[in-house]
């Protein structure tokens, strides 16, 4: 029986050897203003709080030691997003090892690729990716992309299979939650029909050329958090007129301007980099608020373009 759920840029100071106490002072108290800000949390339908803002990783360069560790130790992020197809899993554990951040104070989030769909392989596959990171569960567990890549194969009834894996990964608290990655609403309804848990949370591109409305409706309807990732349209929005001038009027970057749209229209938002500075350029979209006349003219740009595949071509 299907579970219903009722709820629904600035400077990087760097501290050298040889500095003076007064500039040492400066990073201190720069530092503390970093990480004194605190990151607005979204209700999950099971109780739990995902924060709001994370940090991504990808396969396509989308991953630095460096500015992990920065993100967790001098920002205070706690958010991270990955996946085994990203192959960084490893290095990723011994980042939030470096940090000396509790684990009870992160969350983190992976995904299953395709080509470990299958009840067997599924829960094997979460249990290695735990062991590769030094982990021993997962806040979020994803299954990663809709189509099972198998020829000849039924797309809906591997989906199934594997979503079963993960309710009794969840269930053994191996995962504290269990959501999808792009999956559009026929997708959703299928999963729905062959299965008993409702998805937490499915993670989409989502940025102002993109919102799916009546994907992002459909998840409300059922309990479901929707996730953004690409919040800049990998690139494509930081050129915008609209985008730069809102930016120029707050005295903000176009990429600060992009993320806090994403976030002030509730969505939890994954943005990625590779340097500290953008990093911290990013946590510090917490600090501000867009107007509603900025809101509106962001929302205006949509027009349905997307920055990755779409998954509505996927049985």
């Known amino acids: 029986m299907l579970t219903k759920f009722g709820k629904k840029a600035t400077t990087l100071f760097h501290f050298c050897s040889g500095q003076s106490s007064g500039r040492s002072v400066l990073l201190k108290s720069r530092i503390m203003s970093l990480t004194s800000v605190s990151c607005p949390t979204v209700p999950l339908s099971n109780g739990l709080r995902i924060p709001i803002l994370g940090l991504g990783t990808s396969h396509r360069g989308g991953y630095c030691h460096d500015a992990v560790v920065y993100a967790l130790t001098d920002c205070g992020l706690r958010h991270i997003d990955t996946a085994k197809y990203y192959g960084c899993e490893e290095e990723l554990g011994k980042a939030i090892k470096e940090s000396g ?60 299979e594997t979503w079963r894996a993960l309710e ?43 919102q799916p409305k009546d994907l992002m409706d459909y998840c409300r309807q059922e309990g479901i958090v929707f996730t953004g990732f690409s919040p800049l349209a990998r690139g494509e929005l930081l050129s915008n007129p609209v985008v730069c001038q809102i930016a120029e009027k707050h005295q903000r970057t176009p990429s600060q301007i992009c993320i806090r749209w994403s976030i002030q229209t509730g969505i939890v938002t994954i943005p990625k980099s590779t340097k500290k500075s953008r990093v911290q350029e990013n946590w510090e979209v917490l600090k501000f608020q867009l107007e509603e006349a900025d809101m509106a003219a962001l929302t205006s740009l949509h027009d349905g373009r997307r920055v990755s595949w779409d998954p509505a071509t996927v049985e």
């Open 168 to 210: 009794e990964l969840y269930k053994d608290g191996v995962c504290r939650a269990i959501g999808v990655s792009n999956f559009v609403v026929h997708h959703l309804e299928q999963l729905k029909e062959d299965c008993s848990v409702v998805p937490h949370v499915n993670q989409m591109e989502y940025h102002p050329f993109q």
């Open 101 to 160: 951040v509790p684990r009870s104070d992160l969350w983190i989030t992976n995904k299953l690729w395709s080509a470990d769909y299958g009840y067997e392989s599924a829960k094997k596959t979460c249990l290695d990716s735990c062991s590769n990171m030094g982990l021993e569960y997962f806040d979020l567990y994803l299954l990663h992309w809709p189509d099972a890549m198998r020829p000849g194969c039924s797309n809906r009834e591997i989906r199934a």
